[in-house]
Nanobody, 125 residues
Framework: QVQLVESGGGLVQAGGFLRLSCVAS????????MGWFRQAPGKEREFVAG????????YYADSVKGRFTISKDNTQNMLYLQMNSLSPEDTAVYYC??????????????????WGQGTQVTVSS
């Protein structure tokens, strides 16, 4: 069993920044491919960023590319999402997710086995 707990969300003005964190417990963290997803009210959950288990490869949604950075610290069992130049369109509940075996499409929510409870990010204009 894997438990994921996000933190770092909050209210920020447009143009500001936040850093989300996700701590994992359970199996060795280095075994997990990880992802960040978000869900805005009335919308489907969407992929934001993903990182392979070693941290060697990262993937981003076009909407956040160049503004967000995903990183993984296997020694601390931590996943991060640095979010810069935030806009009101980034307002959503952000979730971290873990995939414990091989992954075919790191951008697909269906690939992930475990999810955190989410953390709210609100960007005011």
């Amino acid at each position: 069993q894997v438990q994921l707990v996000e933190s770092g969300g909050g209210l920020v003005q447009a143009g500001g920044f936040l850093r989300l964190s996700c701590v994992a417990s359970g199996r060795p963290f280095s075994n997990y491919h990880m992802g960040w997803f978000r869900q805005a009210p009335g919308k489907e959950r969407e992929f934001v960023a993903g990182i392979m288990r070693s941290g060697s490869s990262t993937y981003y949604a076009d909407s956040v590319k160049g503004r967000f950075t995903i990183s993984k610290d296997n020694t601390q069992n931590m996943l991060y999402l640095q979010m810069n130049s935030l806009s009101p369109e980034d307002t959503a509940v952000y979730y971290c997710a873990a995939r414990t075996w091989g992954v075919k499409d790191i951008t697909s929510a269906r690939e992930y086995d475990y999810w955190g409870q989410g953390t709210q990010v609100t960007v005011s204009s």
